[in-house]
């Protein structure tokens, strides 16, 4: 992470509110290096992969550059596919969301025409456009380009590989000659070269120097995910995963807020790390870290620098970093002291890029995380139940609880059994998920052969050349030890668990 704040950048006013309201920390190392450039009007030839903060990187300079009253199309951003497309468009509405009269609109193919003509004529100073649908546009006349001050071309790579180019060279050439143009891309093959050096003059190149590290004493491991399981692959990581104290990292501060709410309703020790922490309340936490006050810290990067806690065992990258640098110090967060440590990475469809970028930057290959199956899960909790159960049963407080119920069983003529369940029955409505009644459900789990998005216009993308993501199964190390689990918090109870319903 840049030592720059948002402050510093130069940005409009109304612009570095959102910024401030979404939570971000500090400008990302793509976001640092391009939005100079972009305020400045330069042309960007930038490379950079999902996951690093790019969209802002040229949503926020390029936002700080319109003129708020004029209504007439100044950005347009052509995306590979639909669902890019109303990401992007979500993302421009957030940054501006302290600008009045702000108008985002998406445009993309499957869509009816009719609403986007009305919307088109409605004016919106930013558009979001596959390239099909915003040609299909510009020829109709429905859409005019002549005031346009910026145009972006976001994944440019990928609207290569999907058979765009000729639409996106068709869009260029229609775009004013003194406007100004940003292409982002992955990777810069040859034709993607050709169209920045003929559209792009004198752009400005910039990339992440990705750093190579090797990782001796950390075993990484990557879980595929869909976005919205998120948290429930994360439970069931804290369940079965035999940690001592455990750093998790997510990208703003009010997320490390929120997830640490959301681990302390299903009762884990836990607390946030972040940088709106003044010193002294960050190095208390750091302390119940290390003396076991609490197991799990929710982090953000910029809090977690430097922290050197040597009973974490576990890193877990909720989501996924802004650059190679950030994930080396992440893990490095474990490891630590001599000891073994593992570094779990939870991947969405759409991030599975990380993968390959991650090896490469640690040297070694991740193995596939097993999430323990719903039978395994099950036995697990179960076993669990009456562990805790017997330690009750076997501590010799509770001779005056069996004389009780031998008198309402007596009393009643009910089995005891029958009263034993009735107050298990009881336990679980004080604490849902208490007794392991019913067997979790199965998470969806991504195929590694499904693309992480859908095409746009019905084309179907080939499978990118080269790697495979490699999701292959690791030696059974990834799953659950036999009979390891999650640490119980302080004082021997187990975490109220939920079942998936009610999650
Ligand atoms: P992108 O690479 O544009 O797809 O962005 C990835 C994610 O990072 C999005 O969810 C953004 O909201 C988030 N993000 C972008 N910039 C920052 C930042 N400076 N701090 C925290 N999160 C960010």
Not at 121 to 147: C, E, S
Not at 257 to 267: C, V
Request: charged fraction near 25%; charge should be positive.
């Amino acid at each position: 992470m840049s030592e720059l704040s948002f402050a510093d950048l130069g940005l409009d006013p109304a612009v570095l509110e959102a910024v401030v309201a979404v939570g971000y920390e500090k400008p990302s190392p793509i976001q640092a290096q391009s939005i100079p450039l972009l305020l400045n009007g330069d042309n960007l030839l930038g490379t950079a992969q999902t996951g690093t903060g790019k969209t802002a990187a040229f949503a926020l300079p390029l936002l700080s550059r319109i003129d708020h009253k004029a209504k007439e199309a100044q950005i347009l951003v052509l995306t590979p596919t639909r669902e890019l497309a109303i990401q992007v468009a979500e993302a421009f509405s957030t940054y501006a969301s302290k600008i009045r009269g702000f108008q985002v609109l998406p445009i993309y193919g499957g869509q009816d025409f009719y609403p986007q003509l009305k919307a088109l004529k409605r004016g919106a100073q930013v558009i979001v456009g596959t390239p099909g649908r915003t040609l299909d546009h510009l020829r109709r006349g429905t859409l005019k380009l002549d005031t346009l001050k910026s145009l972006v071309l976001d994944e440019a790579d990928e609207m290569l590989r999907m058979g765009f180019i000729d639409d996106v060279e068709a869009i260029l050439a229609a775009t004013p000659a003194n406007c100004q143009r940003a292409l982002f891309s992955a990777t810069m093959p040859g034709p993607i070269r050709k169209v920045a050096q003929t559209y792009l003059s004198n752009a400005v190149e910039v990339k992440i120097e990705n750093q190579t590290k090797t990782v001796a004493r950390t075993t990484q491991y990557v879980l595929p995910i869909y976005a919205e399981r998120k948290l429930d692959a994360l439970t069931r990581i804290l369940e079965v995963e035999p940690f001592d104290a455990t750093i998790i990292f997510v990208r703003t501060k009010a997320e490390t807020t929120l997830l640490a709410e959301k681990l302390s309703a299903r009762g884990h020790s836990v607390a946030p790390l972040n940088g709106d922490l003044n010193q002294r309340q960050r190095e208390q936490t750091v302390e119940d870290l290390k003396r076991g006050k609490k197991d799990i810290v929710v982090a953000t990067d910029v809090a977690a620098r430097g922290l050197d806690v040597p009973r974490i065992t576990h890193v877990i990258n909720y989501d996924v970093p802004y650059d190679t640098e950030a994930y080396i110090h992440r893990i490095g967060r474990t490891g630590r002291a001599g000891r073994e440590g593992k570094a779990i990475l939870l991947v969405t469809p759409r991030e599975r890029s990380w993968l390959r970028t991650l090896e490469r930057a640690t040297n070694s290959p991740m193995e596939s995380y097993q999430l323990p199956s719903p039978v395994d899960l099950q036995k697990m909790r179960e076993e669990q139940f009456e562990a805790q159960l017997m330690t009750f049963a076997e501590d010799g407080k509770q001779p005056k609880a069996v004389e009780l119920l031998n008198g309402i069983a007596e009393r009643n003529n009910v089995d005891i059994a029958v009263l034993a369940g009735a107050l298990a029955c009881w336990m679980e409505t004080a604490q849902p998920g208490a007794l392991p009644l019913e067997q979790p459900a199965a998470l969806p789990i991504p195929s590694p052969e499904r693309r992480g998005r859908d095409n746009n216009d019905g084309r179907r993308p080939n499978r990118p050349g080269g790697h495979k993501p490699g999701f292959k199964k690791g030696p059974g190390k990834g799953g659950p030890r036999p009979g390891g689990r999650g640490k119980p918090p302080a004082g021997g109870k187990r975490p109220p668990r939920q079942t998936d319903a009610k999650r």
